[in-house]
């Protein structure tokens, strides 16, 4: 067991000794500190020591064509002291080896999302944004300061606010489940404690009644022959796209005018009631044999997967530029609001899971508390 001073001079002459696959010689300075020598050339620095049952470990540091032997007498002596302060350096590193890639935790993540609605919209979150990022990148090498910049850099980038968010949300989704299903490394959230850029989501459009009347007379010319049904049941329900796209037979009676919601957007089913005029559009809905689908893709006869084309198209046709199918449901909150109907009333048409997600719409009552005091002094004007 040769004995010496470990310098780097040393190391570059030191050879394995003849007749052997390798030689140790173990430093006079640190405890434990060695250069391994094999016969092939390679060199290795690392730290044997005792751990506290009594058993020999033995702790890589590196070779000695990627570590300096400064380097590699610093690390050694801050291993030492761990082992003296009665820690397991081989232990840390094993524990450390454990931590999976976040690429092995998204991966989970998705399995565990298989079948739900909002699949789709996170794969396409891990795969184009998280894991070309952080797919190779282990779980406790993942933190807050990291992560924020790298937020930062997609908003620099031309990425809007909200589908930032999106990525952090996400992102923070993945640890929060592997947090529940114990696995090493996420511990700590790196999602949290970033400070949220300031979210623009007052895009609501509202449309006048000249603007629906248009819009309508461009779907119902739309090459796509469910687009007129479509736009109009939302407009007169204001439920939500994907929640009619999805609608079935089975839950719509046309006798009670109610058309019942399983699963919802808050998690919770609901009844939407059918005005006259809904039920009419329902009446006139084409049927097609051994399809359970309300408003089906005529072609697949299953939900439509996008109805992007023909919307584009109609809303040119209707001189109605940026409208989006999101804005039904908000103009159909504004008719009913500006006819009088109170915001607690709105809120359990559009299925709100509390009263201040109507309050979006609070200001739109104005129009007729204006028509009611404008009556009141055209009825005091008359004497």
């Known amino acids: 067991m040769p004995k010496a001073h470990l310098t780097q001079a040393f190391v570059d002459r030191a050879g394995c000794e003849v007749g052997k696959n390798k030689t140790d010689y173990y430093d006079t300075i640190i405890p434990g500190f060695l250069l391994e020598r094999r016969s092939s050339g390679k060199g290795t620095y690392a730290l044997r020591f005792m751990d506290q049952g009594g058993i020999q470990r033995q702790h890589k540091i590196g070779g000695v064509d990627d570590v300096t032997c400064a380097a590699a007498r610093k690390k050694a002596q801050q291993l030492r002291s761990e082992v003296v302060m009665g820690g397991n350096p081989a232990a840390t590193k094993a524990l450390a080896k454990a931590v999976p890639l976040y690429s092995e935790l998204a991966a989970k993540h998705l399995e565990s999302f298989k079948g739900r609605k909002s699949y789709d919209d996170v794969e396409s979150v891990i795969r184009v944004h998280l894991l070309p990022r952080w797919g190779r990148t282990r779980l406790t090498d993942m933190n807050s300061r990291a992560v924020g910049q790298w937020l930062d850099e997609k908003r620099a980038k031309g990425l809007s606010a909200s589908s930032v968010e999106k990525l952090r949300i996400v992102l923070g989704r993945s640890f929060v489940l592997g947090a529940s299903w114990d696995i090493p490394g996420t511990e700590k959230n790196p999602a949290r404690g970033i400070p949220r850029a300031p979210l623009n989501n007052a895009r609501e459009r509202f449309l006048t009644t000249e603007e629906a009347g248009r819009l309508k007379t461009a779907v119902a010319a739309s090459q796509n022959p469910q687009l007129q049904h479509i736009v109009g049941l939302l407009l007169l329900t204001g439920a939500r796209l994907r929640e009619l796209l999805d609608a079935k037979w089975e839950n719509v009676d046309v006798e009670r005018r109610s058309w019942f919601i399983p699963d919802s957007k808050t998690g919770k089913p609901r009844y939407v009631p059918l005005s006259t005029a809904a039920v009419a559009i329902i009446e006139a809905l084409p049927h097609f044999k051994g399809c359970p689908w309300l408003v089906p893709n005529p072609e697949t006869r299953k939900p439509f997967v996008s109805i992007k084309h023909g919307w584009q198209n109609a809303i040119k046709e209707a001189n109605l530029p940026g409208l989006r199918l999101h804005d039904l ?41 204006l028509k009611a005091v404008e009556a009141g002094a055209a009825k005091q004007s008359a004497f």
């Open 329 to 369: 449901r908000h103009s159909a909150a504004s008719f009913m609001v500006n006819s009088g109907v109170d915001l607690f009333a709105v809120g359990k048409v559009l299925g709100h899971a509390n009263y201040q997600s109507t309050q979006r719409y609070a200001h739109l009552a104005n129009d007729t508390l």
